[in-house]
């Protein structure tokens, strides 16, 4: 489970780790914001500083024109539900940090670099120190991380910041905690001033988590952010095959989706404005077998997506089941072929990748 940044600052702040004190909003009318403040929109998505998703605002007259456009704005096809208001920072530096498990070996990671901030992607792999953290570690990875950010005076500081962060993660089944930016302030205070956060679902059972929902987004799984072919479908076991027949077929399937049973035109929209998010795919295999989802529903999505989306990657379509006749005609009006099989789709999907 993906929490929203509102959510997961809530839960480091409750481990001590610093944040900046805000103000959730849920509507325009909101009394009572301190000004200066930092508004941001609340989706379960990064790079929102650059999506126009994180504003600055100075005065009384910006701020409500501010928030209604927020509320407005999708990002990556999510809209908000709620934006945060927190109290301005006056930023020194950006750094990084991050926790991980390493499933491979087992172990709790922290990744961290001197860079962070919304440029991150420019920063070389190799310039990231990546140590683990044993919960028996903490002074010498706080050292490590003094020594990464060139804050030998804050060592101190470091140290028990990774030892909240580490009982923060291990005691809430995170598998990430991503702070990016930590920033330094100008006053010399080392506040998390982003935060992703996502719980281990098989965890679920031993917490009484409530949370804002993010549709779509709990059946969207990365595979690979270079992969090839991005997958659609419906059904857990449709979508799992579908993923191993696209790389049978010796593709690099980028995705699982499992678009469930009620997809409508705004699920797709999202998946498709995420798939967009990488680089590499040539095509896009939807494989949908409709029983409660129905076919007409699923080819109006597409259709939509067609038109509010300007650089789609070519789809291969196999649908199958309630309403196949209406999407048929749907689908024929707008020149969308339907292929027969999934073999067909993925031998032209095939076709499309070797171009
Ligand atoms: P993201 O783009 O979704 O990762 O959103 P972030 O919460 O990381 O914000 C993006 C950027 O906005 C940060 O890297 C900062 O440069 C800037 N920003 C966020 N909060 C503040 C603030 O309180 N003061 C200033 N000056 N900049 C901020
Ligand atoms: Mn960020």
């Known amino acids: 489970m993906k929490l929203l940044e509102y959510e997961a600052k809530n839960i480091l702040a409750k481990y001590n ?24 929109s ?73 860079n ?46 990774i030892e909240n962060l580490y009982d923060c993660f291990t005691s809430n089944d995170a598998t990430l905690i991503e702070i990016n930016p930590l920033v330094y302030t100008s006053d010399n205070k080392l506040i998390a001033g982003d935060c992703k956060m996502t719980l281990d679902d098989n965890a679920a059972f031993r917490h009484k988590w409530k949370f804002e929902e993010t549709p779509a987004e709990a059946n969207f799984v990365t595979l690979d952010t270079n992969g090839t072919i991005a997958t659609i479908a419906n059904g857990a076991g449709l979508a799992m095959a579908t993923v191993d027949a696209v790389h049978d077929m010796g593709m690099i399937p980028a995705n699982f989706l499992d678009i469930g049973g009620g997809a409508n035109t705004e699920t797709l929209l999202k998946a498709f404005n995420r798939l967009g ?16 989802t129905r076919c007409d529903e699923v080819a109006r999505a597409i259709i939509a997506a067609k038109r509010q989306i300007t650089e ?12 196949f006749d209406v999407a048929e005609r749907l689908l024929a009006d707008e020149h969308i072929p339907i292929l027969a099989t999934l073999e067909e789709c993925l031998a032209a999907a095939k076709q499309e990748v070797s171009r």
């Open 312 to 323: 789609l990657p070519p789809l291969f379509i196999r649908l199958a089941g309630t309403n």
């Open 17 to 40: 780790i610093p944040v900046p004190s805000s103000v959730l909003i849920k509507s325009v009318s909101q009394k009572d914001i301190p000004l200066p403040v930092v508004l941001k």
């Open 277 to 292: 998010e990488y680089p590499n795919i040539k095509a896009i295999v939807i494989n949908i077998f409709a029983g409660i």
């Open 116 to 161: 962070g901030g919304t440029e991150v992607e420019d920063n070389e792999a190799d310039s990231y120190i990546n140590v683990e953290v044993t919960g028996k570690n903490f002074d010498a990875v706080g050292e490590q991380l003094a020594e990464c950010y060139n804050l030998p005076e804050q060592t101190f500081v470091l140290q028990d910041l």
């Open 42 to 114: 609340q989706v379960p998505t990064g790079g929102r500083g650059r999506a126009g998703g994180v504003k600055i605002i100075d005065n009384q007259q910006d701020l409500n024109t501010a928030i209604a456009n927020l509320l407005k704005l999708p990002i990556k096809g999510f809209l908000p539900k709620t934006i945060l208001a927190e109290e301005k920072m006056t930023i020194s530096h950006e750094y990084y940090l991050s926790l991980i498990v390493d499933r491979p070996s087992g172990t709790v990671r922290v990744m961290a670099n001197i």
